[in-house]
């Protein structure tokens, strides 16, 4: 295995067929999850990493508290949506007043049971993997216990086993797809709100029984921006710390756009792309948009 495979694999381990950051939790951690209380007005937003996860907690966050924030405008995004997985905080789930809004990028068999017997709310949130791909490479390159920058074509094959950080993204999506009916469960893709903010805000808004007038719906959206967000602090996560990003190496918020891929991916990537995602998906009614010819916010 090449040495940047091999640095990639050090700073991940595998539990139950998923994949998860060595630094930030524990098999402990993951295995409790399980057994965690779910309200019934809880929200789980769930994604496959590099999806769009910190945009829809950008949305959910202003859903539930644009208006009647009483002067927690300058509370993170990460502290209004703690990851379950992830509770580098270390927030105290049980003592946070309802209703409450949790991220997470588990599969589906590791999340709370309590979600199966229907209570709670899911917002899963997917993207096209090939901009997934293509976010992933950048990002893990950002990520601070990573030794030596990992190359585009061992990005690819990692993604493609399904060894990064997240596990295999056709997993995820299987997964949660054909366990949709074990779930109180809202489908959004990162192409429908980039071709319209507004209406998956407002969809997202219906599925968790928010009613927010038409005043407030055009505040959530001016405030999910890529261009806004980017420059917002609550939402941009350069409230990383330098242990978790070495923000020197890239943002967060880094191009925002459909069909990126198509920037990076040589044809005969492409193909081998192609050929693993028929050979996997084809089954699945599933159809991702893969562009949408627009440019970046400068
Ligand atoms: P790119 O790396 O392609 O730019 P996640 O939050 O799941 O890690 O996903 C990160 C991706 O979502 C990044 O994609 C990021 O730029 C994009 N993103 C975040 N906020 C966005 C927004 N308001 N509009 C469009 N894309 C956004």
Redesign the pocket.
Known sequence: MDQDALDVNNISFEHKGAYFASWLTSKQVIDAIEDMEVREDDVFLV????????????ILSLIFNEGHRNGTEQTENIDRMPWIEYNIKNVDFTSRPSPRLFTS?LPHYLMPSGLRSGMGKIVY?C?NPK??L???Y??VNTLAPLKHPVNWETTIELFMAGTVIGGSWFDHIRGWYTHKKDFNILFVT?EE??KD?RSAVKKICTFVGVNLDEKEIDTVVEK???????HDPV?N?KFLSEDVVDKSRG???????VG?WKNMMTVSQCERFDKVYREKMEDLPIKFVWELNEK??P
């Open positions: 994604t496959y990493p590099k999806s769009g996860t910190v945009w829809t907690q950008q990028h949130v993207r901009d997934v293509v976010s992933c950048y990002f990162f709100m980039k903010l999910a921006t890529f261009k806004n967000m980017k939402s996560y943002d967060f918020l880094r191009k925002g756009i990126d970046p916010a």
